[in-house]
T-cell receptor, first 113, second 111 residues
Framework: KAGVTQTPRYLIKTRGQQVTLSCSPI?????VSWYQQTPGQGLQFLFE???????NKGNFPGRFSGRQFSNSRSEMNVSTLELGDSALYLC????????????FGPGTRLLVL | GENVEQHPSTLSVQEGDSAVIKCTYS??????FPWYKQELGKRPQLIID?????GEKKDQRIAVTLNKTAKHFSLHITETQPEDSAVYFC??????????FGKGNQVVVIP
């Protein structure tokens, strides 16, 4: 099976802009979770989608949002970008709802200038 | 929610020696504890996991132990090799069904 894919891989934006990141899970996986990875903070959970519904949400401001489509592909949107949003954004897919074995994508590296 | 702490933050070992990384968790309802390895520039990959009904699990040179009473779990790597150099993340699924990660341990294996 093909692994989890994410697009784009790299992105440069300026403060105030908005960005949309995409994640395609492993075929047959219906759960997609998003994480923000920054040096020193590790992996911080953003949200999880399962069957097009947000099932769990981390402690991020409302500027971070997401959605999932009927084919399980997911998008994450960040509005009004801030310098502190610069990070590696990872998505992970799982065959079950709830956060058990996660298969990660390569990530999208976002730089906000 | 669940809070996972990882120690030490950096660990250097001589090739062939053992490495141990310890994690503690706060939520007594946590029931699943995976470990992920992230090599430089690559995605995190699951290397081993353990559930709360098991005290120890081993897979070749890697083992994980769980102490539910003390709420800590550890990763043991024996006969370390240069390819074991990476950042290792522990995680726990708490009662809120959310996977909480530790901040990671940088393991450096010195040839």
């Amino acid at each position: 099976k093909a692994g989890v894919t994410q697009t784009p891989r790299y992105l440069i934006k300026t403060r105030g802009q908005q960005v949309t990141l995409s994640c395609s899970p492993i075929s047959g996986h219906r759960s997609v979770s998003w994480y923000q990875q920054t040096p020193g903070q590790g992996l911080q959970f953003l949200f999880e989608y399962f069957s097009e519904t947000q099932r769990n949400k981390g402690n991020f401001p409302g500027r971070f949002s997401g959605r999932q489509f009927s084919n399980s592909r997911s998008e994450m949107n960040v509005s009004t970008l801030e310098l502190g949003d610069s990070a590696l954004y990872l998505c992970a897919s799982s065959s079950k709802q709830g956060q058990e074995t996660q298969y990660f994508g390569p990530g999208t590296r976002l730089l906000v200038l | 929610g669940e809070n996972v702490e990882q120690h030490p933050s950096t660990l250097s070992v001589q090739e062939g020696d053992s490495a141990v990384i310890k994690c503690t968790y706060s939520d007594s309802a946590s029931n699943y504890f995976p470990w992920y390895k992230q090599e430089l520039g690559k995605r995190p990959q699951l290397i081993i996991d353990i559930r709360s009904n098991v005290g120890e699990k081993k897979d070749q040179r890697i083992a994980v132990t769980l102490n539910k009473t003390a709420k800590h779990f550890s990763l043991h790597i024996t006969e370390t090799q240069p390819e074991d150099s990476a950042v290792y993340f522990c995680a726990a699924v708490g009662g809120n069904n959310r996977l909480a990660f530790g901040k990671g341990n940088q393991v450096v294996v010195i040839p």
